[in-house]
């Protein structure tokens, strides 16, 4: 059964494309979700995922003065710098606009002026060129990431684990994912950034803390584990984000920092494992073939990817990550989403509209909402 979110905004569903099946298919993508602007082409074929070029404009100087991104800062640095990057991405992928067999641009989630300048720039040379517009979930981009650095079969459990995203998901192919657990408050990575900045270490916060829990010993302070009587998979990290946070105002020398800065991170690594290993106790049940792919900016951490790797081997699963390249927010993963899409024939109709909020598997997240009651439109994940 698909559960995956609908991409197309017509009542006839998405329309197929003549002949795309088993060709080779090359796909510019875009993504302005967040505070990078990026384009990529990416060539989908028999063999696998070529990346022909991906160029990512970061905003981290313009944000870094305020310690995080501003939503109308990022918007107005997308619409100047987009055209810029995705002619860039054509020429260093040695291609013209005739090349191309179809446009992919992320629709969502993500901070809505942002995705709306991307899926414009995606929707106006989709028109120009007479090509196939795909809008792509964002988180989606994130599932099929590992995908970029080496062949990895359907079906696998993967963690998606982001800034603003924190889940553990059955991925059974393009457009059909369940989910199994997820965030009820912050994500891991969310987490990571506020954290780091009652420390005062600046903006983005997750890296400089990574770095400086390697000269920590964090077993001094003892950091709450949230959600031990839950039987499901999901993750809460408030908890720790306010006791730490707290901690960090008696810190006194460097090494105080830096000893609570890995207290953070084996606290998250172990949430992390935690909710996971649950989730692979029920996998195996279900399936023979075992893979597990972590995948989002946090999967970058080399703690927790380690940990997670350990984890995986414990429990006799493969374990596969995107290149360090294509863990943080790039335009590669959602091409190749598109592409894949693509293949299948599914494409979007050019009113598809930009979404805040975008659950992958949206049938749950309407049925079983995580926050019931906080008055927000729509189940963010």
């Not at 082409?41 to 063999?47: H, Q, T």
């Not at 981290?60 to 002619?87: C, F, K, L, N, T």
């Not at 975008?358 to 009651?373: S, T």
């Amino acid at each position: 059964m698909n559960t995956g979110a609908d991409y197309s905004s017509g009542t006839t569903g998405a329309t197929k494309p003549a002949g795309t099946e088993g060709r080779v298919l090359t796909v510019l993508g875009l993504e302005t979700s967040c505070d990078e602007t990026a384009a990529s082409v990416v060539r989908l074929s028999a063999a696998g995922a070529e990346v022909l070029s991906s160029v990512i404009h970061s905003q981290i100087d313009e944000h870094a003065a305020y310690g995080g991104v501003v939503p109308e800062i990022a918007a107005r640095s997308h619409v100047e710098m987009i055209d810029g990057v995705a002619r860039r991405a054509m020429l260093d992928a040695g291609i013209d606009y005739g090349a191309l067999d179809g446009v992919a641009a992320t629709a969502g989630p993500g901070l809505v002026g942002g995705v709306m300048v991307g899926l414009s720039y995606g929707k106006a040379v989709a028109l120009a060129r007479d090509l196939p517009l795909i809008a792509v979930n964002h988180l989606e981009g994130h599932a099929v990431s590992a995908r970029l650095g080496a062949e990895t079969t359907y079906p696998f459990l993967l963690l998606l684990v982001s800034g603003g995203h924190c889940q553990l998901l059955e991925v059974r192919g393009i457009g059909d994912m369940s989910r199994l657990g997820t965030t009820i408050d912050d994500a891991a990575g969310e987490a990571f950034d506020k954290i780091a900045k009652a420390m005062g270490l600046g903006y983005p916060g997750g890296p400089a803390l990574e770095k400086l829990a390697e000269k920590g010993d964090g077993s001094r302070f003892d950091l709450p584990r949230a959600l031990l009587g839950r039987k499901d998979c999901d993750f809460s990290f408030s908890g720790l984000k306010t006791a730490a946070s707290r901690l960090a105002q008696t810190c006194e020398t460097d090494q105080d920092r830096a000893d609570l800065a890995d207290a953070v991170q084996k606290a998250i690594a172990r949430q992390l494992a935690e909710r996971t290993e649950r989730a692979m106790t029920a996998y195996a049940e279900a399936h023979e073939a075992l893979h597990f792919v972590v995948a989002g900016g946090v999967a970058a951490n080399k703690t927790i990817r380690r940990t997670l790797e350990d984890l995986a081997t414990k429990h006799g699963f493969g374990f596969l990550a995107p290149p360090m390249a294509y863990c943080t927010d790039n335009a590669a993963m959602i091409a190749l989403a598109g592409a894949e899409r693509l293949e299948k024939g599914l494409t979007s109709d050019i009113d598809v509209a930009a979404r805040p909020r975008w659950p992958l598997d949206e049938a749950r997240a309407n049925a079983d909402p995580v926050h019931k009651k906080s008055g927000r439109k729509g189940a963010k994940a």
